[in-house]
Each structure stands twice: as structure tokens, then as C-alpha cells.
């Protein structure tokens, strides 16, 4: 079991930036994947970015690619999105989840995880 924390969301104007937390309760962050994913009204939850349980395997949305970089400190229990470049269509609540599976190349749907955040908002202004 495993409960997640996020935080660092809010208002920003576009071209601006924005680093998430995601801080994970127990002992055995280490052993998840972890992921962040999204949500906007009206719109399905789709897959922003994941990282393997070393944190040595990106994967992004070709949406955010090279403008958004996830990270992990496993020392820490926590899990980073940076978000730089920020556009309105980024605007959406923010979740991050844990997968107990392993790394794979179905890690960006959100069937394979088990554990989720409450979301954090992300607001961002034209």
C-alpha cells in the first residue's frame, strides 16, 4: 500500500514554469514505477510522463516532450514533473501514480497502476 501527495500546482502565465511533487508514503517507493498523467474538463485522463523504479527509463507524451522532465529521488519518496515552456493547453489537474508492475512499454496507460494522488490544478494563462 502506498499513499501519494501532490504538490506545487497553481496559476502560471504561459512561458513560465512550474516543478510538481509527488511524495509517497512506506518504505517501498523504490519499488514502483511511478507516473504523472492529467486531466482536463471534459477530457479523458491521458499520459504526461513515466519513469522506472531507478528512475534510469523516461518516457514522455509527445506533447511535453522537451519541455517537461520527470525525476524521482528514491532517497526522498518522491517523484518530480519540471514543467518549463507552459502552454494553456497544459491547464489540467495533475495526478501522479504508482504501478507495483514493472517497467514496460504499456507504463503510459493508466490501467497499470494501482495508486493515485488526490491531483494537483495547473492553471495556465494566455
Known amino acids: 500500500q502506498v499513499q501519494l501527495v501532490e504538490s506545487g500546482g497553481g496559476l502560471v502565465q504561459a512561458g513560465g514554469s512550474l516543478r510538481l511533487s509527488c511524495a509517497a508514503s512506506?518504505?517501498?517507493?523504490?519499488?514502483?514505477?511511478m507516473g504523472w498523467f492529467r486531466q482536463a474538463p471534459g477530457k479523458e485522463r491521458e499520459f504526461v510522463a513515466t519513469?522506472?523504479?531507478?528512475?534510469?527509463?523516461?518516457n514522455y507524451a509527445d506533447s511535453v516532450k522537451g519541455r517537461f522532465t520527470i525525476s524521482r529521488d528514491n532517497a526522498k519518496n518522491t517523484v518530480y514533473l519540471q514543467m518549463n515552456s507552459l502552454k494553456p493547453e497544459d491547464t489540467a489537474v495533475y495526478y501522479c501514480?504508482?504501478?507495483?508492475?514493472?517497467?514496460?512499454?504499456?507504463?503510459?496507460?493508466?490501467?497499470?497502476?494501482?495508486?493515485w494522488g488526490q491531483g494537483t490544478q495547473v492553471t495556465v494563462s494566455s
Open positions: 512506506g518504505r517501498t517507493f523504490s519499488s514502483y514505477v
Open positions: 519513469i522506472s523504479r531507478s528512475g534510469g527509463i523516461t
Open positions: 501514480a504508482a504501478s507495483s508492475r514493472g517497467y514496460s512499454s504499456g507504463s503510459f496507460n493508466p490501467v497499470m497502476y494501482n495508486y
